[in-house]
T-cell receptor, first 116, second 113 residues
Protein backbone atom coordinates (compact mmCIF):
# COMPACT_ATOMS: atom_id res chain seq x y z
CA UNK A 1 0.00 0.00 0.00
CA UNK A 2 1.10 3.53 -0.64
CA UNK A 3 2.73 5.30 2.26
CA UNK A 4 4.46 8.58 3.01
CA UNK A 5 7.01 8.84 5.81
CA UNK A 6 8.27 12.03 7.36
CA UNK A 7 10.76 11.11 10.04
CA UNK A 8 11.40 14.57 11.47
CA UNK A 9 8.61 15.62 13.85
CA UNK A 10 10.31 18.96 14.43
CA UNK A 11 13.13 20.99 12.98
CA UNK A 12 14.88 24.23 13.87
CA UNK A 13 16.66 26.46 11.40
CA UNK A 14 18.35 29.80 11.74
CA UNK A 15 16.88 32.65 9.74
CA UNK A 16 18.48 33.04 6.30
CA UNK A 17 19.88 29.51 6.34
CA UNK A 18 18.70 26.61 4.19
CA UNK A 19 16.83 23.62 5.58
CA UNK A 20 15.91 20.21 4.21
CA UNK A 21 12.73 18.43 5.21
CA UNK A 22 12.77 14.70 4.58
CA UNK A 23 10.09 12.65 2.85
CA UNK A 24 10.19 9.04 1.71
CA UNK A 25 7.40 7.24 -0.04
CA UNK A 26 6.36 3.77 -0.96
CA UNK A 27 4.32 2.87 -4.00
CA UNK A 28 4.15 0.18 -6.64
CA UNK A 29 2.62 2.50 -9.20
CA UNK A 30 5.18 3.71 -11.77
CA UNK A 31 3.16 6.89 -12.27
CA UNK A 32 2.66 9.11 -9.26
CA UNK A 33 2.93 12.67 -8.06
CA UNK A 34 4.50 14.15 -4.98
CA UNK A 35 3.37 17.34 -3.27
CA UNK A 36 4.55 19.54 -0.47
CA UNK A 37 2.20 21.72 1.53
CA UNK A 38 2.74 24.29 4.25
CA UNK A 39 0.21 24.60 7.04
CA UNK A 40 0.46 27.62 9.34
CA UNK A 41 -1.43 27.67 12.61
CA UNK A 42 -4.48 29.12 10.83
CA UNK A 43 -5.07 25.71 9.29
CA UNK A 44 -4.94 26.50 5.60
CA UNK A 45 -2.91 24.08 3.51
CA UNK A 46 -0.73 26.10 1.16
CA UNK A 47 0.55 24.37 -1.96
CA UNK A 48 4.32 24.72 -2.34
CA UNK A 49 5.64 22.41 -5.02
CA UNK A 50 4.85 19.39 -7.16
CA UNK A 51 7.03 16.66 -8.68
CA UNK A 52 5.80 14.07 -11.14
CA UNK A 53 7.41 10.64 -11.20
CA UNK A 54 8.38 11.05 -14.84
CA UNK A 55 9.70 14.59 -14.51
CA UNK A 56 13.33 14.68 -15.53
CA UNK A 57 14.25 17.75 -13.57
CA UNK A 58 13.83 18.48 -9.89
CA UNK A 59 10.96 20.89 -9.31
CA UNK A 60 11.68 24.40 -8.10
CA UNK A 61 9.35 27.21 -7.01
CA UNK A 62 11.08 30.31 -5.78
CA UNK A 63 12.86 29.46 -2.52
CA UNK A 64 11.47 25.92 -2.57
CA UNK A 65 13.09 23.05 -4.40
CA UNK A 66 12.43 19.36 -4.35
CA UNK A 67 15.34 16.94 -4.16
CA UNK A 68 13.78 13.99 -5.99
CA UNK A 69 15.70 10.72 -5.77
CA UNK A 70 13.51 8.17 -7.48
CA UNK A 71 15.64 5.11 -6.81
CA UNK A 72 15.67 5.92 -3.11
CA UNK A 73 11.99 6.87 -3.17
CA UNK A 74 12.69 10.17 -1.50
CA UNK A 75 11.34 13.64 -2.20
CA UNK A 76 12.96 16.05 0.21
CA UNK A 77 11.92 19.68 0.35
CA UNK A 78 14.68 22.26 0.45
CA UNK A 79 13.87 25.75 1.65
CA UNK A 80 16.59 28.26 0.94
CA UNK A 81 17.14 31.49 2.85
CA UNK A 82 14.64 30.67 5.59
CA UNK A 83 12.35 33.44 6.78
CA UNK A 84 10.47 33.80 10.05
CA UNK A 85 7.24 33.33 8.13
CA UNK A 86 8.36 29.87 7.11
CA UNK A 87 7.61 28.61 10.62
CA UNK A 88 4.76 26.15 10.11
CA UNK A 89 3.89 22.49 9.66
CA UNK A 90 5.04 20.97 6.38
CA UNK A 91 3.37 17.97 4.82
CA UNK A 92 4.56 15.70 2.07
CA UNK A 93 1.80 14.00 0.08
CA UNK A 94 1.52 11.54 -2.78
CA UNK A 95 -1.04 10.86 -5.42
CA UNK A 96 -1.07 7.62 -7.33
CA UNK A 97 -2.51 7.65 -10.79
CA UNK A 98 -3.85 4.13 -10.80
CA UNK A 99 -7.31 5.56 -11.10
CA UNK A 100 -8.75 8.82 -12.18
CA UNK A 101 -9.21 10.21 -8.69
CA UNK A 102 -6.93 12.69 -7.01
CA UNK A 103 -6.75 11.15 -3.58
CA UNK A 104 -3.72 12.35 -1.64
CA UNK A 105 -1.91 10.31 0.98
CA UNK A 106 -0.20 12.54 3.53
CA UNK A 107 2.76 12.08 5.81
CA UNK A 108 2.62 12.96 9.48
CA UNK A 109 4.27 16.31 8.93
CA UNK A 110 7.32 18.20 10.15
CA UNK A 111 7.03 21.27 12.33
CA UNK A 112 9.61 23.83 11.28
CA UNK A 113 10.63 26.67 13.56
CA UNK A 114 12.76 29.47 12.17
CA UNK A 115 14.92 31.21 14.77
CA UNK A 116 15.71 34.92 14.38
CA UNK B 1 -8.72 34.94 -8.48
CA UNK B 2 -10.61 33.75 -5.41
CA UNK B 3 -9.30 30.68 -3.65
CA UNK B 4 -11.14 27.76 -2.14
CA UNK B 5 -13.75 29.03 0.29
CA UNK B 6 -15.00 26.99 3.19
CA UNK B 7 -17.82 27.86 5.54
CA UNK B 8 -18.25 27.98 8.42
CA UNK B 9 -14.72 28.43 9.70
CA UNK B 10 -15.50 27.45 13.25
CA UNK B 11 -18.39 25.63 14.80
CA UNK B 12 -19.30 23.80 17.97
CA UNK B 13 -21.84 21.00 17.96
CA UNK B 14 -23.24 18.62 20.53
CA UNK B 15 -22.91 14.86 20.34
CA UNK B 16 -25.73 13.35 18.33
CA UNK B 17 -26.30 16.42 16.23
CA UNK B 18 -25.50 16.67 12.57
CA UNK B 19 -23.39 19.22 10.72
CA UNK B 20 -23.09 20.43 7.15
CA UNK B 21 -19.92 22.03 5.86
CA UNK B 22 -19.69 23.91 2.60
CA UNK B 23 -16.91 24.34 0.07
CA UNK B 24 -16.76 26.59 -2.96
CA UNK B 25 -13.88 25.61 -5.24
CA UNK B 26 -11.79 27.93 -7.33
CA UNK B 27 -13.79 29.21 -10.26
CA UNK B 28 -13.62 26.73 -13.12
CA UNK B 29 -12.50 23.82 -10.97
CA UNK B 30 -14.76 20.80 -11.16
CA UNK B 31 -12.96 18.45 -8.78
CA UNK B 32 -13.53 18.84 -5.05
CA UNK B 33 -12.16 16.57 -2.36
CA UNK B 34 -12.49 16.55 1.42
CA UNK B 35 -10.02 15.63 4.13
CA UNK B 36 -10.24 15.24 7.88
CA UNK B 37 -7.30 16.30 10.01
CA UNK B 38 -6.96 15.20 13.63
CA UNK B 39 -3.93 15.16 15.95
CA UNK B 40 -4.17 11.40 16.28
CA UNK B 41 -4.89 10.26 12.73
CA UNK B 42 -3.35 13.10 10.75
CA UNK B 43 -4.79 13.96 7.36
CA UNK B 44 -7.21 11.42 5.96
CA UNK B 45 -9.06 11.44 2.67
CA UNK B 46 -12.84 11.50 2.96
CA UNK B 47 -14.14 11.66 -0.61
CA UNK B 48 -13.74 13.28 -3.99
CA UNK B 49 -16.34 14.63 -6.35
CA UNK B 50 -16.04 15.49 -9.99
CA UNK B 51 -18.89 16.92 -12.02
CA UNK B 52 -21.41 15.99 -9.31
CA UNK B 53 -20.25 12.36 -9.16
CA UNK B 54 -18.41 10.80 -6.25
CA UNK B 55 -15.22 9.40 -7.71
CA UNK B 56 -13.56 8.00 -4.64
CA UNK B 57 -14.34 7.50 -0.97
CA UNK B 58 -12.10 7.03 2.02
CA UNK B 59 -12.51 4.62 4.88
CA UNK B 60 -15.06 6.48 6.95
CA UNK B 61 -18.42 5.34 8.33
CA UNK B 62 -21.63 6.05 6.50
CA UNK B 63 -22.32 8.96 8.85
CA UNK B 64 -20.01 10.94 6.60
CA UNK B 65 -21.55 11.90 3.30
CA UNK B 66 -21.10 14.51 0.67
CA UNK B 67 -22.44 15.89 -2.53
CA UNK B 68 -21.53 18.27 -5.29
CA UNK B 69 -23.80 20.68 -7.06
CA UNK B 70 -23.89 21.69 -10.71
CA UNK B 71 -21.90 24.84 -9.93
CA UNK B 72 -19.16 22.60 -8.43
CA UNK B 73 -19.84 23.75 -4.88
CA UNK B 74 -19.70 20.85 -2.48
CA UNK B 75 -21.12 20.05 0.92
CA UNK B 76 -20.22 17.37 3.38
CA UNK B 77 -22.50 16.18 6.11
CA UNK B 78 -21.76 14.31 9.30
CA UNK B 79 -24.74 12.85 11.10
CA UNK B 80 -24.97 11.64 14.69
CA UNK B 81 -21.82 13.46 15.69
CA UNK B 82 -19.34 11.78 18.00
CA UNK B 83 -16.61 13.37 20.10
CA UNK B 84 -14.05 11.82 17.79
CA UNK B 85 -15.41 13.79 14.84
CA UNK B 86 -13.81 16.92 16.29
CA UNK B 87 -11.32 17.88 13.61
CA UNK B 88 -10.25 20.32 10.97
CA UNK B 89 -12.11 19.53 7.75
CA UNK B 90 -10.28 20.64 4.65
CA UNK B 91 -11.63 21.00 1.17
CA UNK B 92 -9.44 20.95 -1.91
CA UNK B 93 -10.12 21.79 -5.51
CA UNK B 94 -8.37 20.98 -8.73
CA UNK B 95 -8.91 22.16 -12.22
CA UNK B 96 -8.14 20.42 -15.47
CA UNK B 97 -5.90 23.29 -16.46
CA UNK B 98 -3.99 23.38 -13.19
CA UNK B 99 -3.45 19.69 -13.63
CA UNK B 100 -1.56 18.41 -10.66
CA UNK B 101 -1.87 21.51 -8.50
CA UNK B 102 -4.40 20.86 -5.78
CA UNK B 103 -5.45 23.88 -3.76
CA UNK B 104 -6.90 23.75 -0.28
CA UNK B 105 -9.18 26.06 1.61
CA UNK B 106 -8.66 27.36 5.13
CA UNK B 107 -10.71 24.56 6.60
CA UNK B 108 -13.63 24.27 8.97
CA UNK B 109 -12.79 23.67 12.59
CA UNK B 110 -15.42 21.41 14.13
CA UNK B 111 -15.62 20.82 17.86
CA UNK B 112 -18.05 18.23 19.18
CA UNK B 113 -18.92 18.54 22.88
Amino acid sequence: AQKITQTQPGMFVQEKEAVTLDCTYDTSDPSYGLFWYKQPSSGEMIFLIYQGSYDQQNATEGRYSLNFQKARKSANLVISASQLGDSAMYFCAMRESMDSSYKLIFGSGTRLLVRP
Amino acid sequence: KAGVTQTPRYLIKTRGQQVTLSCSPISGHRSVSWYQQTPGQGLQFLFEYFSETQRNKGNFPGRFSGRQFSNSRSEMNVSTLELGDSALYLCASRGSVSGNTIYFGEGSWLTVV
